[in-house]
């Protein structure tokens, strides 16, 4: 367990899944979380109420992502709750697929929205939480494997593409402050953007037959890896991905 007692963090995306394990955690390593969440109040509450009868401390952030003024909205919430507090880390977490994004039957208006809340909103809110984190300052990106095995929902996998590019830009400009930009890239990780994999177990044994370890990723396997970029261990660490996959793809099964 590392130590952010005292520390800050913001992550998008922390009503539900992989968000959700991250915010878990980093409260447990004794941050202070703002829970974002776009629109589902009652899971983002929950993250709250899990933090609070561990032991922790959070509040939940409402903002759209995606839309005009989002970024404006979610600072608004984050600023109140922080109370004049800086922000010691940030996780841009909170993402959507859309699985008919293929090259077929991709749409302009699916590619706007999966770029404006997977690629634009990150950098603007990165932007935004820039004057507010001290030297010491966390980035952690949470991308996807897609960037490196094929899949059909081409769009998805350019916009988390992207994400990747910005963490290595971002890590070089950052440097000289003393703030790190790593990025968490996970595997097929069980959460409701996998629904899929609870509505097909045939599909969802076959997608383990590709990972080495046998099983697929749960949230707390991802949040944990994003609480290491967090902590003071990861101090020399940045500009990197971080595959979390359990071996997704590794090779040809061992006979
Ligand atoms: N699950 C996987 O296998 C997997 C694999 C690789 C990468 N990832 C990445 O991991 C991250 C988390 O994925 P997940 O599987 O945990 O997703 P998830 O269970 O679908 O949860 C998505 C979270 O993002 C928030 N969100 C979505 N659209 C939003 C918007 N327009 N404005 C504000 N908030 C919005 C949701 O808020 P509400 O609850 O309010 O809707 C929710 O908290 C994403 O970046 C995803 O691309 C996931």
């Not at 109370?83 to 302009?108: G, K, Q």
């Not at 076959?206 to 396997?221: E, T």
């Not at 290491?228 to 500009?239: L, Q």
């Amino acid at each position: 367990m590392s130590n952010l007692t005292g520390k800050t963090a913001l992550v998008t995306g922390a009503s539900r899944g992989i968000g959700r394990s991250v915010a878990q955690r980093l409260a447990a390593d004794g941050a202070l979380v703002a829970v974002h969440y776009g629109t589902n109040e009652s899971a983002a509450k929950e993250t709250v109420a899990a933090i609070h009868a561990a032991g922790g401390t959070a509040f939940t952030v409402r903002a759209e992502l995606g839309v005009d003024g989002d970024v404006d909205t979610l600072f608004t919430g984050l600023e109140a709750g922080l109370d004049e507090r800086p922000l010691d880390i940030l996780v841009n977490n909170a993402a959507i697929i859309d699985y008919s994004a293929t090259i077929d039957n991709a749409t302009v208006d699916a590619y706007d929205r999966m770029f404006a809340i997977n690629v634009r909103a990150p950098l603007f809110i990165t932007q935004r939480a820039l004057p507010m984190m001290p030297e010491g300052g966390r980035i952690i990106n949470v991308s996807s494997g897609v960037t490196w095995f094929a899949t059909p929902e081409v769009v998805y996998a350019m916009t988390k593409g992207a994400l990747n590019v910005l963490g290595r830009s971002l890590a070089q400009s950052l440097g000289a402050r003393g703030i790190t930009v790593n990025t968490v890239s996970p595997g097929i990780t069980e959460t409701d953007m996998n629904d899929w994999l609870r509505d097909s177990p045939e599909a969802a044994e076959r997608v383990a037959g590709m990972i080495a370890l046998g099983r697929h990723g749960q949230p707390a396997d991802v949040g944990d890896a994003v609480a290491f970029f967090a902590s003071d261990d990861a101090r020399w660490i940045t500009g990197q991905t971080l595959e979390v996959n359990g071996g997704l793809l590794l090779g040809p099964a061992a006979a």
